[in-house]
């Protein structure tokens, strides 16, 4: 049996910790060698600094009370970021989870707000940023709404497509049992979709946080997109560098976190998933 | 033919149906369906493949409406899919994100008024699957249990809401044989228990003979004398109607040599493109069928 070339390699467990591993040594590894060399040459260089340059940027604005404001800032610029990802994704999850589910489930809906829901989904978010910042200025309203924008109609699509895909049989049956239509939408589709919600809220984040640095570096006092647009001036790598890094693992735990809740929670969509 | 009182039946019987029409896409389907079905019987309906039989199910269960004609239960025409008729399909009769217990016992939530106490409803539901032998499996979800035994949490599932007649399209058709044979058997031990109407669509002519008290042959292989054409279909028609009798619930009765001959006599009549009966000559013999002009 192969461990690793072609369809038929089976690569032993410890092999796959090894391998996925591999990737991440091979892209530290360049950075430090490309890092040394450059500053080998140019001491004062400033596009990649060495770790222990980062360290002291993290140490400074993580560990370390800000004089003028007497916050830790990196504290305080995730948490605001955090707030109007969390707000404008959640928003987002409510109102394209009712949308879809009610037009995927009621034609006389449908055939009144489909063509509009179309018509407004070809909108590109970002477009809609200057109006949004001319009309909310630097509020937090503003980016919360840069958000929603950017991901609920994808999410009301893909409740929309996921209620039509319930077997028209399980509706039949439930209305055999004596459902009404209330009792059908809220205990037959809206349970079924939930895990589907919380899947395509995974997908969603991705956009999120698109909208929200695109949001904070235009308009915010605040946030880590703010963070890297305002030390952008300064070169100073040393800060944007660990900040990228703990935007992609705040991303990465908030999708482990989604993931876990499906799989404790729903566990009969993860094996009905696997089934067929 | 013999003139029957119609009027009679529909008022006697527990389903009725007259001049019933389906149409798809102008393609009649179900070409002028007329029956009825006495209390306390386990109807069967068997007819080659893509006939009409679920589309039959269907316009009875109130999923759809005929394109012509009216259905009636105990005389009333039918609407929409409700509690008094209940349905078992070949697949997705289980509500996936329910358990096999909560499976049971949704309808009656469902009808249930604000302040019934749900350990009532557990109670018995348990009771029914005790009756479907489950009771050992109340806790688990759909996906976790064989296909037999989905089945009959099915039956279960809609049999605690004592409907009027269950109609079953197919429900055995994805089980392994010997699967099947037992729960076969298991539900006419329950039919004989409970007395109740069972309308059973199945494409296997045996599980219709070996089940049924009264098996119905769909089939869109007949001639009505004018000429007919491979591409321009009639629509089926009902070609036969027989009267079974019930032998002991064993499954030696399968190979019985009575059974073997209807089950040939059905191959020809209803089964065979090549040979089509006139209508007239349908054998329709069971007390209870009738054909409008
Ligand atoms: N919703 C529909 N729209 C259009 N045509 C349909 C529809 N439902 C059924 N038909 C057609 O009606 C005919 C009868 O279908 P039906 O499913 O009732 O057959 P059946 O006897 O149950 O077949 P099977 O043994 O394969 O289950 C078929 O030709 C089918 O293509
Ligand atoms: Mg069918």
């Not at chain 2, 009027?7 to 149409?23: D, G, P, T, V």
């Not at chain 2, 699957?129 to 489950?134: E, I, S, T, Y």
């Not at chain 2, 009771?135 to 809401?161: C, F, T, W």
Request: hydrophobic fraction near 45%; aromatic fraction near 10%; glycine fraction near 8%.
């Amino acid at each position: 049996m192969p461990i690793f070339w072609g369809i038929h390699a089976k690569p032993p467990k410890i092999w796959k910790i090894v391998l996925g591993l591999l990737p991440f040594i091979i892209l530290v590894s360049v950075y430090l060698t490309a890092s040394h060399v450059r500053l080998e040459r140019n001491s004062d260089d400033k596009l990649l600094p060495s770790i222990g340059k980062m360290i002291q940027a993290v140490d400074g604005l993580a560990f370390t009370k800000d004089k003028r404001k007497g916050e830790y800032l990196m504290l305080r610029d995730t948490l605001s970021s955090l707030k109007r990802l969390i707000i404008g994704v959640l928003a987002a999850a409510v109102v394209g989870l009712f949308l879809g589910m009610n037009l995927g489930v009621f034609p006389g809906f449908n055939a009144l707000l489909m063509p509009f829901v179309t018509f407004i989904s070809i909108i590109p978010s970002l477009s809609l940023l200057p109006i949004l910042f001319i009309s909310f200025g630097i509020d937090e309203m503003g980016k919360v709404i840069l958000i929603f924008w950017g991901t609920f109609i994808l999410i009301t699509r893909d409740m929309y497509l996921a209620t039509k895909a319930i077997h028209e049989e399980q509706i039949i049956k439930a209305l055999t049992l004596g459902a009404s239509q209330f009792s059908i939408v809220y205990k037959i589709v809206l349970p079924q979709i939930m895990p589907r919600l919380i899947e395509t809220i995974r997908l969603c984040l991705g956009g999120g946080w698109l909208f929200l640095i695109a949001s904070e570096a235009i308009a915010a006092t605040d946030g880590l997109g703010y963070r890297i647009f305002l030390v952008r001036r300064y070169m100073a790598m040393d800060i944007i560098i660990p900040y990228v890094l703990w935007i992609t693992f705040l991303g990465y735990m908030m999708d482990l976190i989604l993931r876990l809740i499906i799989k404790w929670r729903y566990s009969w969509y993860v094996e009905m998933r696997k089934g067929g | 033919m013999v003139k029957k009182d119609i009027s009679y039946l529909k008022q006697k019987n527990l389903l009725h149906m007259e001049n019933i029409y389906k149409i798809y896409d102008g393609k009649v389907v179900l070409n002028d369906i007329d029956l009825s079905v006495s209390k306390g019987e386990l109807c069967t309906v068997v007819g080659p493949s893509g006939c009409g039989k679920s589309t039959l199910l269907r316009l009875i269960l109130g999923q759809e409406r005929p394109d012509k004609g009216e259905i009636f239960i105990e005389g009333k025409p039918v609407g929409f899919a409700s509690k008094d008729r209940g349905i078992v399909y070949q697949k997705y009769s289980l509500f996936p994100h329910l358990s096999v217990i909560e499976n049971v016992i949704i309808g009656k939530k469902f009808t249930a008024g604000l302040f019934a106490k749900k350990q009532v409803f557990i109670e018995e539901g348990m009771e029914y699957l005790k009756r479907v032998r489950l009771d050992a499996h109340y806790n688990k979800y759909p996906h976790e249990l064989s296909g037999g035994m989905q089945q009959r949490v099915a039956i279960a599932q809609s049999l605690i809401m004592k409907p009027k007649i269950l109609l079953m399209d197919e429900p055995f058709g994805a089980l392994d044989p010997g699967t099947r044979e037992d729960i076969q058997v298991f539900l006419l031990e329950l039919w004989e228990d409970i007395k109740m109407n069972i309308f059973f669509v199945t494409h296997d002519l045996e599980e219709a003979v070996f089940l049924g008290t009264r098996i119905i042959v769909l089939s869109q292989f007949y001639t009505d004398g004018l000429p007919n054409d491979q591409n321009t279909p009639k629509g089926a028609k009902i070609v036969a109607d027989h009267a079974l009798e019930r032998i002991a619930a064993s499954t030696t009765v399968k190979k019985s040599i009575k059974n073997r001959e209807l089950i040939e006599q059905i191959k020809l009549d209803g089964f065979s493109p090549e040979y089509l009966q006139r209508i007239s000559e349908f054998n329709l013999r069971h007390p209870d069928s009738f054909q409008t002009i």
